[in-house]
C-alpha cells in the first residue's frame, strides 16, 4: 500500500507547533477578556462593545482554536499511520 503525506516526525512537529500557536492565542483572547472585565467602563457603547466580545468575538476565538486543536490531533494521527503503514 502507498502511502502519501509528510515525513511523520515533520508532521508531529507542526502539530506541536500548531498546539503552541492555539495556546498562545487562547491566552491572548483570555487576557482581552480579563482587562475587558477588569476596566471601568463609561458611556453608551459599552453594551454593545461587550455584546460584540461575547457574543461574536469569543465564540470565534474559541471556535479557531478548537480548529487548530483538532487539526493538530490529525496530523499526530497521520503520522502514526503513516509509520504503522510502514512497519507492514
Known sequence: ?????MDP??????????QNT????????????AHFADTDKFGPWVQQFAEDMYGIFMPQMH???????????????????QEDASRS
Do not use: F, P
Open 63 to 81: 471556535g479557531i482554536v478548537n480548529a487548530m486543536n483538532d487539526n493538530a490531533a490529525v496530523l499526530l494521527r497521520r503520522a502514526q499511520m
Open 1 to 5: 500500500m502507498a502511502y502519501e503525506g
Open 9 to 18: 516526525e515533520e508532521q508531529r512537529s507542526n502539530a506541536g507547533k500548531m
Open 22 to 33: 492555539t495556546a498562545a492565542a487562547h491566552a491572548a483572547v483570555q487576557g482581552v477578556a
